[in-house]
C-alpha cells in the first residue's frame, strides 16, 4: 500500500488546513501570498509577515494524533511502502513512522534554506534570531535570503522525491489518499498514476475531492483491527518478533542429546488492550496513549535459546527476569560468565554457554527486557514504552524522594536511583526542593541550604551544565554519607508495562504463532521465571497484582524462583515508581 496524506490530517492535532471553512487561506487570503515565491522574493514585508507566522505556528506544539499513529500501525504489520505526504508539520515521523517510508514532497518547516548559497539550517536558530529582533534574518554565509525549507507556489518540487513518489505509486494494489482535496500538482497526480497502474484507489476525505471519480472507495472508515484476519478472535498482544541477530551457540557445539542451540536477538512488539481485565491492574495504563485500534503499544528487548531441532526440546522455557538489563538465568544455572555493559563496549557478546545445564536438558531460555529507566549503554537489555498523560494530554507531576547514587560518585555531582536514569526535575529553579544528609538509614537528617545546590552536572570540560537529572553540590557529596533529594518529578512511564512485557512473552511462546514471529510454535508447554534479587521482588510484585494471566485467559507463567530477593517486593507498578531502589534507599 502507498498513502498520500494532506493537510486534514493533521487538523485535529490543532494545525489548521488550507482550503477548508476554517483554512488558514480562507480565513486570510493574505496568507496565500506569503507562501508564493515571487512575492516572498520580492517584497520584505512578505517576508517580515512570513517570519512572524512560522514564529507563531501552531505546529510548534502539534502532537501526532491516532491518523499519524495509524500509520504506525499499518507499518508495523507490514501493510505500508510508501508514504507521500504534502504536509511539512514532521508529525508523522514524530509518531514513530520510519522515516525512510515517508516523502515529505513538499518540504519540512523544521529547517531554512538559503535562496542565494543552498546552505541549511535548523528553522529554530533562525527563529531565535527573530526572537532576538531580526525582522528578515538573512543568510549568515552570503547574506542571502532566508526561507523555510518547503516548497512553495512556483518553485519546482525535489525531482527525487517527486520521481520516488511516482514509481511507488505505479507499482502499488492499493492507494490510499486522506485527508487532501487532490487539487495540488503534481502530488495528486500520483493517484491517476497508481489508478492507471491497477491499483485500488482509496480517499478518506471530509469534503469531495478532484479525483472521487477514479476512486473505488470514498470517504471510507479506516479499520485497522481486522479481526477477520485473525479468524475473529481478539488479537495477541504480540505483533511481531523483529529478529536482528541470529547466530549458533557456542560455535553450534552440541548439548548431548538435545544438539546444538541457536540464539535469536531482537526486539518484540506488543499492543495490549487497556481495558481488558487482564491489564486493568497496572497502573495508569488507562492514562497511557492509544494506537488507532485502542491499543497501548510498547517493546522489549529479548534474547532466545532455543534447541536447533526444535522436536528436541522439553517442552518448558525458563523467562530470563533481567536484572538492571543484565542476563541472569544462564550465569547461575549453567555457572556460566557474564558479559560486563559499557559505553562502547559489544553490544552482542557471545553468550557463555557455562557448563549448558539448561541446554542439555532441553530448556527454552528467553531474556526478556522489562526495565524502562536503564541507562543508555548498548547491550543492556530494556523496554520502551509511553508515559501517561493527563485528560490534556500534558506529562504527569508528582513530588518525589530519590536518593543519589551512594556509589563511587562524582566529586561534585550525583544522580539519582542507583546510576539507572531518574525522573527529571520539573523546574530546575523549585525553591520547595530539598536535599538532606544523614550518616545512619535511622538517623537524624540535615538540610542543606538551597543556595549550596543545584540541578545540575559537571561535564567533560569541568564546566558547570544545567540538567534536570542531576544534582550538583558545592563543595563536593562526602563518600558514606546519606543523601536524599526532595523535588518535583516530570514525566511518568507506565511502569507496570514491564510486568506485562514478561507475561506476555511467555505467553507467545507457550501459545503464539508463525504470524506472530513465533520461533518455536508448539514448542513450550510450561514456563517458569527466575529472578534473582531485584527481579526476584518484581516476580514477586507480578503475583501480588495478579498479572500472571493473559488477554486470552491462560495463565503464563507456571511457576517462579525468586532467588536472594530479600522479603520485599518493590516499586515495579505504581506512578512515579524507582525500580532501582532497594530497601536502602
Same mark, same amino acid.
Not at 557478546?349 to 529507566?373: K, N
Not at 491462560?554 to 517486593?569: K, Q
Given at each position: 500500500?502507498?498513502?498520500?496524506?494532506?493537510?486534514?490530517?493533521?487538523?485535529?492535532?490543532?494545525?489548521?488546513?488550507?482550503?477548508?471553512? !476554517?483554512?488558514?487561506?480562507?480565513?486570510?487570503?493574505?496568507?496565500?501570498?506569503?507562501?508564493?515565491?515571487?512575492?516572498?522574493?520580492?517584497?520584505?514585508?512578505?517576508?517580515?509577515?512570513?517570519?512572524?507566522?512560522?514564529?507563531?505556528?501552531?505546529?510548534?506544539?502539534?502532537?501526532?494524533?491516532?491518523?499519524?499513529?495509524? =500509520?504506525?500501525?499499518?507499518?508495523?504489520?507490514?501493510?505500508?511502502?510508501?508514504?507521500?505526504?504534502?504536509?511539512?508539520?514532521?508529525?508523522?515521523?514524530?509518531?514513530?513512522?520510519?522515516?525512510?517510508?515517508?516523502?515529505?514532497?513538499?518540504?519540512?518547516?523544521?529547517?531554512?534554506?538559503?535562496?542565494?548559497?543552498?546552505?541549511?539550517?535548523?528553522?529554530?536558530?533562525?527563529?531565535?534570531?527573530?526572537?532576538?529582533?531580526?525582522?528578515?534574518?538573512?543568510?549568515?554565509?552570503?547574506?542571502?535570503?532566508?526561507?523555510?525549507?518547503?516548497?512553495? =507556489?512556483?518553485?519546482?518540487?525535489?525531482?527525487?522525491?517527486? =520521481?520516488?513518489?511516482?514509481?511507488?505509486?505505479?507499482?502499488?494494489?492499493?492507494?490510499?489518499?486522506?485527508?487532501?482535496?487532490?487539487?495540488? +500538482?503534481?502530488?495528486?497526480?500520483?493517484?491517476?498514476?497508481?489508478?492507471?497502474?491497477?491499483?485500488?484507489?482509496?480517499?478518506?476525505?471530509?469534503?469531495?475531492?478532484?479525483?472521487?471519480?477514479?476512486?473505488?472507495?470514498?470517504?471510507?472508515?479506516?479499520?485497522?483491527?481486522?479481526?477477520?484476519?485473525?479468524?475473529?478472535?481478539?488479537?495477541?498482544?504480540?505483533?511481531?518478533?523483529?529478529?536482528?541477530?541470529?547466530?549458533?551457540?557456542?560455535?553450534?557445539?552440541?548439548?548431548?542429546?538435545?544438539?546444538? +542451540?541457536?540464539?535469536?536477538?531482537?526486539?518484540?512488539?506488543?499492543?495490549?488492550?487497556?481495558?481488558?481485565?487482564?491489564?486493568?491492574?497496572?497502573?495508569?495504563?488507562?492514562?497511557?496513549?492509544? /494506537?488507532?485500534?485502542?491499543?497501548?503499544?510498547?517493546?522489549?528487548?529479548?534474547?532466545?535459546?532455543?534447541?536447533?531441532?526444535?522436536?528436541?526440546?522439553?517442552?518448558?522455557?525458563?523467562? /530470563?527476569?533481567?536484572?538492571?538489563?543484565?542476563?541472569?538465568?544462564?550465569?547461575?544455572?549453567?555457572?556460566?560468565?557474564?558479559?560486563? =555493559?559499557?559505553?562502547?563496549?559489544?553490544?552482542?557478546?557471545?553468550?557463555?554457554?557455562?557448563?549448558?545445564?539448561?541446554?542439555?536438558?532441553?530448556?527454552?531460555?528467553?531474556?526478556?527486557?522489562?526495565?524502562?529507566?536503564?541507562?543508555?549503554?548498548?547491550?543492556?537489555?530494556?523496554?520502551?514504552?509511553?508515559?501517561?498523560?493527563?485528560?490534556?494530554?500534558?506529562?504527569?507531576?508528582?513530588?518525589?524522594?530519590?536518593?543519589?547514587?551512594?556509589?563511587?560518585?562524582?566529586?561534585?555531582?550525583?544522580?539519582?536511583?542507583?546510576?539507572?536514569?531518574?525522573?527529571?526535575?520539573?523546574?530546575?529553579?523549585?525553591? /520547595?526542593?530539598?536535599?538532606?544528609?544523614?550518616?545512619?538509614?535511622?538517623?537524624?537528617?540535615?538540610?542543606?541550604?538551597? !543556595?549550596?545546590?543545584?540541578?545540575?552536572?559537571?561535564?567533560?570540560?569541568?564546566?558547570?551544565?544545567?540538567?534536570?537529572?542531576?544534582?550538583?553540590?558545592?563543595?563536593?557529596?562526602?563518600?558514606?554519607?546519606?543523601?536524599?533529594?526532595?523535588?518535583?518529578?516530570?514525566?511518568?512511564?507506565?511502569?507496570?508495562?514491564?510486568?506485562?512485557?514478561?507475561?506476555?512473552?511467555?505467553?507467545?511462546?507457550?501459545?503464539?504463532?508463525?504470524?506472530?514471529?513465533?520461533?518455536?510454535?508448539?514448542?513450550?508447554?510450561?514456563? +517458569?521465571?527466575y529472578g534473582r534479587s531485584q527481579t526476584g521482588r518484581l516476580l514477586r510484585t507480578l503475583v501480588y497484582h495478579d498479572?500472571?494471566?493473559?488477554? !486470552?485467559?491462560?495463565?503464563?507463567?507456571?511457576?517462579?524462583?525468586?532467588?536472594?530477593?530479600?522479603?520485599?517486593?518493590?516499586?515495579?507498578?505504581?506512578?512515579?515508581?524507582?525500580?532501582?531502589?532497594?530497601?536502602?534507599?
Open positions: 500500500m502507498v498513502a498520500l496524506t494532506g493537510a486534514g490530517i493533521s487538523t485535529d492535532s490543532g494545525i489548521p488546513d488550507f482550503r477548508g471553512p !476554517q483554512g488558514v487561506w480562507t480565513k486570510n487570503p493574505e496568507a496565500e501570498k506569503q507562501s508564493t515565491l515571487q512575492n516572498y522574493v520580492a517584497d520584505p514585508e512578505v517576508r517580515k509577515r512570513a517570519w512572524q507566522s512560522r514564529l507563531h505556528s501552531p505546529a510548534w506544539h502539534a502532537q501526532p494524533n491516532d491518523g499519524h499513529r495509524a =500509520f504506525v500501525t499499518l507499518e508495523r504489520r507490514d501493510r505500508l511502502d510508501t508514504l507521500i505526504t504534502q504536509n511539512i508539520d514532521g508529525l508523522h515521523v514524530k509518531a514513530g513512522l520510519s522515516p525512510s517510508r515517508v516523502i515529505e514532497i513538499h518540504g519540512t518547516m523544521h529547517e531554512v534554506v538559503c535562496l542565494a548559497c543552498g546552505e541549511r539550517a535548523a528553522m529554530e536558530r533562525a527563529l531565535a534570531r527573530v526572537r532576538a529582533g531580526e525582522e528578515d534574518p538573512p543568510c549568515r554565509s552570503c547574506g542571502g535570503i532566508l526561507k523555510s525549507a518547503t516548497i512553495s =507556489f512556483g518553485q519546482g518540487l525535489v525531482q527525487d522525491d517527486l =520521481f520516488r513518489a511516482q514509481r511507488a505509486a505505479a507499482s502499488c494494489d492499493l492507494m490510499l489518499a486522506v485527508g487532501s482535496k487532490l487539487s495540488v +500538482y503534481p502530488v495528486a497526480g500520483v493517484v491517476p498514476v497508481a489508478k492507471r497502474a491497477g491499483a485500488r484507489v482509496v480517499i478518506l476525505n471530509a469534503e469531495p475531492t478532484e479525483m472521487d471519480e477514479l476512486a473505488d472507495v470514498v470517504r471510507a472508515r479506516l479499520d485497522l483491527d481486522d479481526p477477520a484476519a485473525d479468524g475473529g478472535e481478539r488479537r495477541v498482544p504480540v505483533t511481531r518478533f523483529e529478529v536482528r541477530l541470529r547466530r549458533p551457540l557456542a560455535a553450534g557445539a552440541p548439548f548431548g542429546d538435545v544438539g546444538p +542451540y541457536e540464539e535469536l536477538k531482537g526486539t518484540l512488539h506488543f499492543a495490549i488492550d487497556p481495558k481488558h481485565a487482564a491489564n486493568e491492574r497496572i497502573a495508569d495504563v488507562a492514562l497511557a496513549p492509544r /494506537d488507532h485500534a485502542g491499543r497501548v503499544e510498547f517493546e522489549s528487548d529479548v534474547s532466545i535459546l532455543l534447541p536447533l531441532d526444535r522436536a528436541r526440546g522439553n517442552g518448558r522455557v525458563v523467562l /530470563d527476569v533481567v536484572n538492571r538489563g543484565n542476563t541472569v538465568a544462564v550465569p547461575n544455572f549453567n555457572r556460566a560468565t557474564r558479559p560486563a =555493559f559499557r559505553p562502547g563496549s559489544d553490544p552482542d557478546p557471545p553468550v557463555d554457554p557455562g557448563d549448558g545445564f539448561l541446554m542439555r536438558r532441553g530448556y527454552a531460555v528467553i531474556s526478556c527486557g522489562w526495565q524502562i529507566d536503564l541507562p543508555e549503554v548498548p547491550g543492556l537489555l530494556g523496554l520502551r514504552g509511553p508515559e501517561a498523560v493527563d485528560a490534556a494530554g500534558n506529562r504527569l507531576r508528582a513530588r518525589l524522594h530519590a536518593a543519589p547514587d551512594s556509589g563511587a560518585r562524582p566529586p561534585t555531582c550525583s544522580c539519582p536511583t542507583a546510576g539507572h536514569r531518574p525522573y527529571a526535575a520539573a523546574d530546575l529553579d523549585e525553591r /520547595d526542593a530539598i536535599l538532606t544528609v544523614r550518616d545512619q538509614p535511622d538517623g537524624e537528617a540535615t538540610t542543606i541550604a538551597r !543556595q549550596r545546590w543545584s540541578f545540575a552536572r559537571i561535564d567533560a570540560g569541568g564546566m558547570v551544565v544545567p540538567d534536570a537529572r542531576y544534582v550538583r553540590l558545592d563543595g563536593g557529596f562526602e563518600k558514606g554519607r546519606l543523601y536524599q533529594v526532595t523535588y518535583t518529578a516530570v514525566g511518568a512511564p507506565v511502569l507496570g508495562l514491564g510486568i506485562a512485557a514478561l507475561r506476555d512473552a511467555v505467553a507467545w511462546l507457550k501459545h503464539g504463532t508463525a504470524r506472530e514471529g513465533n520461533p518455536a510454535p508448539g514448542l513450550v508447554r510450561l514456563a +517458569y521465571a498479572l500472571n494471566v493473559d488477554e !486470552q485467559g491462560h495463565e503464563a507463567l507456571d511457576g517462579i524462583i525468586a532467588n536472594v530477593a530479600g522479603g520485599l517486593r518493590g516499586e515495579f507498578n505504581q506512578r512515579f515508581g524507582q525500580n532501582s531502589r532497594t530497601a536502602r534507599t
